[in-house]
């Protein structure tokens, strides 16, 4: 069994699609070991993202990432990191395959309504940036 970090990003949960989302979680076979509804700072966004700190849009996504509540997840599954970034789709949601959330939910390259760790190293320091052992079950 592996386990990621997922966010529900503010765009969806600002047009009330985390219903939706969670559905094809759990319809996917993923567990849901730790789930909050948290509201980041804009500090808290800039040490999440510090991997993006040079990039030009390192800016406007600590901004997006902390203007509304987002949900945080950690999930698990076997091969849970690649099969979370299958279903999440593309970054940019023009190029995401049919069927994924960010194809049917995102609405462009920034507010593309899921997070997921893109490798094991990331999931050990993202889980732990959100969750403490008490909040996985
Ligand atoms: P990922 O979320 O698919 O792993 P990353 O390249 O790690 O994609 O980028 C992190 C996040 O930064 C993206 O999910 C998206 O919200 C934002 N982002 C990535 N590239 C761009 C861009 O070119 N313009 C604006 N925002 C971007």
Not at 85 to 91: C, D, E, I, P, V
Request: net charge negative; glycine share 6%; with cysteine.
């Amino acid at each position: 069994m592996e386990r990621t970090f997922a966010i529900i990003k503010p765009d969806a949960v600002e047009r009330k699609l985390a219903g939706k989302i969670l559905d094809r979680i759990e319809a996917n076979g993923f567990a849901i070991r730790g789930m909050k509804k948290i509201k980041m700072t804009r500090e808290q966004a800039e040490g999440f993202y510090y991997v993006h700190k040079e990039r030009p849009f390192f800016n406007d996504l600590c901004a997006f990432m902390s203007r509304s509540p987002v949900i945080v997840l950690c999930l698990e599954k076997d091969n849970a990191i690649a099969d979370w970034r299958t279903l999440m789709g593309a970054t940019n949601p023009a190029n995401a395959e049919a069927g994924t959330i960010r194809k049917d939910f995102a609405i462009n390259i920034e507010e593309n309504s899921a997070h997921g760790s893109d490798a094991p190293e990331t999931a050990a320091f993202e889980i732990p940036y959100f969750f403490n052992a008490f909040e996985l079950v």
